[in-house]
Structures are given as C-alpha cells and as structure tokens.
C-alpha cells in the first residue's frame, strides 16, 4: 500500500469527522513517526515528509558512512564501497539519505500503522469533541431519547453525540419515551477513559435561567435583569428580577399577559410552580417579596449572621412555610437570609414559664427555664411559637428536651 493509498483508506474518517487535511498530515506524520519508533526503536534517523498537496508522503533513512566491512547495523550505517555506487563523491562519515517505501517495512507494519493511525484519529476526534462541549457547559442542548436505563437516559444529537442524563438530575416527574426530543444544560464534561463524558441535566437552577432567555427577550437583550434563580425540581422555583430602566416593569415583562410568557417555561419543567419577584438590595422588602403574598408585621434583620426573623398571624403559618416546607427554603435561598418565622398569638391565656418550676406536674427544671430565657423566651407562646429545629439553633438544648418542654406547654394551655 502506497502513501496515497494508505491516506485514501482514511477519507471516510475524514469526511465523517470534519477533519482538516492539515489535522489528517499532522496524524500520519505522527502515527509514521510512532511506527518507526516501534520498528527500530527511534526515529532519530528519520525524516518523515507529508505533502497534503498532493496526498502523500515520503519516510527518509538517513544512515552514516562507514569504512567497508565495519558496518555493525545496517538499518543505520552503509559501507563506503556501497555509498559509491551511488555518488562516487562520498567519504567516510558523511550522512547518506535513502527514500523507504512504505512497502518495504512490511505488511505487518503496515496493519501496525493502520492500527495507530485509526487510534490517533480517533483521539484527536475525542479531543476535538471535549473542546467543543466544554465551551457549551451552561448551554441548552437538544437531544433524542436513545437508551432509557434505570439510573440514566442516553440522547443523541444530530452529530450522534451522546450526552448522559442520570437520574438524578431529571425533574421528578420526567417521563421520557425512545426517539422524543427533549432540551437539557451540559453540566459537565470529563473523560472516562479514552473517552468523554457528557453529562447534562434538566434540575440546575440555569436550565431554567436559560429556558427564560428564550422565551423573553428583554431578558435576552439585558433590558431585565435576572438576579437569582432558585428552585426545587419539578415542584417550585422564585426568580428575582430587576430592569435598568425604571419605566419597565421587570415582573410584569417575564409573566406577561395572563402567564403566556412564563407559560412555556413551567411546560416545559413539568408544572413547576414559579414565582416571579422583583429584586431589591433592602434586605426587609427582598425577605418580604421571597415569601410572597402573606401577610409580615415586623422583620428583624442581622445582617452579620444572615439571619431573619419573620413575625407573621398564626393564620399565615402554612402559607409561610409552604407544603414541606419548600416556600421558606427557596425565599431563604433567594434572598440569602436564614428565615425563621415567630408566629404572633394573643397574650391572653399565655402562662410565664417560671410558674413550671416546682409543681407536681409538668414540672420543667429551672436551667432549661434558663436557656430559654437567654434568647428572650419567657412565656409559653414564645416557645411554642417557633419551630423546634429553630430552638435547636438558638438555644444548648436537645431537641428531644424541647419536644418534651412543648408538650408539657401545650397540655397546660389546653386545659
């Protein structure tokens, strides 16, 4: 097999991949030099030239003059008698250069080249596909439905490549069937092995980021700001969002008329609830817009902790917290504050904690009396007002004496 032949064997690769004829060259020379090293153990002795003009190439032997029956390898050196034959001019020492055809380094170091030249390919091909991808991590991508498993899916795209979508980074209720189109982020990009590896996802917060630049435009062209994105998968997310111009209504813009804009965006996450609010840098209106429509008298702020403290109607406790709790989590993720809600009751019929001390039931000892009242808790109600876990942070208490203080409280305010 010639050079050119040899390169023709490789035209498919080439068109298949999109491979320049510069890359191509750049490969055979490699592999050639990769063979030569396996053959003769350097190619230090050789030249290899490729012509991607003309498609082929040429391997060169440059082997030293030496004086006649001292020759110890005659893959390197050739007797001076030899030399003359060819260029009478010649002396000891000098370097002569002889062409190898391809043909004369055998046929199986032909299938050996054809084995490299095919593996090479194909690492360029990797390299080249890594690239590609990890300059689209953060991007939408389009994929069809080939393999379902049961801790992934695999997609393909119109270029067959493969993206991985494990199951944990579909939306709850995905369901997908074989051949359907469906749009995810690439997350990441690594190699297994020889290979990458591309892994995309429909539950990171910038997948919905990204689906919104589609469907709004002022989103796309700057005019409103996206500030923040939080979500829980196929259940709720909150958006913040701002406008430069103070004419825009930010809100307004991405919701649109009777939701059309937002619409195709809680289709497309599966009906997941989203809740379009406007940013401000006032830490009291931003906590009061990531709970959305309730009903707050006072919001205590600590700046140096992060920390909130929401006094809400007892009425508006659920609405608060929201179902398992989702409303509080994302507002305190969308506004950066840990929220904690006091939950405002009438003073009436409210008992002081110390009138536990002492009696013969529902006693409660004074030093657990004590760590309350060090965080401002005096009364019944303010106890059973917050949520365990939250006393669990403010106070050195156990959450099981606190389940225990709770339950004595709550049985002497119901009789």
């Avoid at 490729?50 to 029956?69: A, R, S, W, Y």
């Avoid at 995810?184 to 919104?212: C, H, M, W, Y």
Wanted: charged share 35%; net charge negative; with cysteine.
């Amino acid at each position: 097999m010639d050079g050119l032949a040899l390169i023709e064997a490789f035209g498919d690769f080439k068109e298949d991949k999109n491979i320049s004829k510069i890359d191509l060259m750049a490969i055979i020379e490699d592999s050639l030099k990769t063979l030569l090293r396996k053959r003769f153990d350097s190619d230090d002795h050789f030249d290899v030239i490729v012509n991607p003009d003309k498609g082929d190439f040429q391997i060169f032997l440059n082997k030293t003059i030496v004086e006649d029956e001292m020759s110890e390898d005659d893959d390197l050196e050739i007797e001076l008698a030899e030399a003359k034959k060819i260029d009478p001019t010649f002396e000891v020492g000098e370097d002569f250069t002889v062409e190898i055809p391809i043909e004369k380094l055998g046929r199986r170091s032909i299938l050996t080249l054809k084995q490299i030249l095919a593996t090479k390919l194909q690492e360029h091909n990797n390299a080249v596909l890594y690239d590609q991808f990890r300059d689209k991590i953060g991007e939408i991508v389009m994929g069809e439905v080939h393999h379902i498993r049961h801790k992934h899916v695999i997609l393909l795209d119109d270029d067959d490549n493969e993206f991985i979508m494990p199951k944990e980074n579909q939306i709850p209720s995905d369901f997908f069937k074989k051949g359907e189109s469906i749009r995810a982020i690439v997350e990441s990009v690594d190699f297994k092995g020889a290979k990458p590896q591309i892994i995309v996802s429909r539950t990171l917060p910038v997948f919905l980021e990204k689906l919104l630049e589609l469907e709004i435009p002022e989103i796309q062209d700057g005019t409103i700001i996206l500030k923040k994105v939080v979500r829980i998968p196929g259940e709720k997310a909150k958006i913040a969002v701002d406008a430069y111009d103070d004419r825009i209504d930010p809100v307004g813009a991405c919701v649109g008329v009777k939701g059309s804009r937002i619409h195709g965006v809680v289709r497309e996450l599966k009906n997941e609830n989203i809740d379009v609010i406007q940013w401000s840098k006032n830490p009291e209106i931003m906590v009061k817009r990531a709970l959305g429509n309730i009903t707050v008298n006072k919001i205590e702020i600590n700046e140096d902790t992060n920390y909130a403290l929401v006094y809400t109607p007892v009425e508006e406790i659920s609405r608060v917290i929201g179902k398992q709790g989702q409303n509080i989590r994302l507002a305190s993720w969308l506004s950066g504050y840990d929220i904690d809600v006091y939950r405002e009751a009438s003073e009436d019929d409210d008992v002081e904690l110390r009138e536990f001390v002492g009696t013969e039931e529902g006693d409660i000892e004074q030093w657990i009396i004590d760590e309350f009242r060090k965080v401002g808790l005096n009364t019944a109600k303010s106890v059973l007002g917050k949520e365990t876990e939250a006393l669990v942070n403010l106070t050195d208490l156990e959450e099981e004496t606190i389940e225990e203080v709770k339950s004595i409280l709550k049985e002497e305010l119901e009789d």
